[in-house]
């Protein structure tokens, strides 16, 4: 059964701050997404990373997938309060047909004025 | 374009009661997915149907049943509601050949 372990769960941060958040997995994907959840609402695609080793970056959002794709971190410059929501991390089962994701059970950041 | 549709909004049932929750998209995506959601746990693949005609067993199937009435609806039924499936459900689509699935505003459900 592939895993994807997320940390930290929660994390509360000031604005400005800079902050990481990790997806780990001892198993191997043929794509990792990152989407971004808000309070009341569905999940929101971020990125999609695919190559290992990849880094892309959405404004002041930075995502890298590891060498092994195995693992990806999503890093937060100069986080504002509009950036709080849950973070979760994605796997496309490596080898599946259907498009099936296994998701991290996500990171919750609040950001404060 | 609306996207993915969910209703109800909200739902409060009786243990043993029967409700379907109803999904549609409006972006000819050939796959749907339901999910469902808890604290701690993230999102959790109950079923899935790549294909108008096909459907399948995701992640934690037990208790419910689905149906993939046409290319754009898909609802989920809860045959015998058990307070363990108190939850937030939500529906998903994806285009065939791309990676992006797109969410409803899901359904949150309460069985007492």
């Known amino acids: 059964t592939q895993l994807l372990e997320q940390s930290p769960q929660f994390l509360s941060i000031q604005e400005g701050e800079n902050l990481t958040v990790y997806c780990n997995s001892s198993?191997?994907?043929?794509?990792l997404q990152w989407y971004r959840q808000e309070p009341g609402e569905g999940p929101v695609l971020l990125v999609t990373?695919?190559?290992?080793?990849e880094v892309k970056k959405l404004k002041r959002l930075t995502f890298q997938f590891g060498d092994a794709r195995k693992d990806s971190s999503l890093h937060i410059t100069a986080a504002q309060p509009g950036d709080t929501g849950l973070y979760l991390c994605?796997?496309?089962?490596?080898?599946?047909?259907?498009?099936?994701?296994?998701f991290g059970k996500g990171t919750k950041l609040s950001v404060k004025p | 374009n609306a996207g993915v549709t969910q209703t109800p909004k909200f739902q409060v049932l009786k243990t043993g009661q029967s409700m379907t929750l109803q999904c549609a998209q409006d972006?000819?995506?050939?796959?749907m997915y339901w999910y469902r959601q808890d604290p701690g746990m993230g999102l959790r693949l109950i079923y899935y149907?790549?294909?108008?005609?096909?459907?399948d067993k995701g992640e934690v199937p037990n208790g419910y049943n689905v149906s993939r009435l046409n290319k754009r609806e898909f609802s989920l039924r809860l045959e015998s509601a058990a307070p363990s499936q108190t939850s937030v459900y939500f529906c998903?689509?994806?285009?065939?050949?791309?990676?992006?699935?797109?969410f409803g505003p899901g359904t949150r459900l309460t069985v007492l």
């Open positions: 998903a689509s994806r285009a065939r050949g791309t990676d992006t699935q797109y």
């Open positions: 198993s191997v994907f043929s794509s």
């Open positions: 990373v695919v190559t290992g080793g």
């Open positions: 994605a796997g496309e089962d490596y080898g599946g047909s259907q498009g099936n994701l296994i």
């Open positions: 972006m000819n995506h050939n796959s």
């Open positions: 149907s790549a294909s108008e005609g096909t459907t």
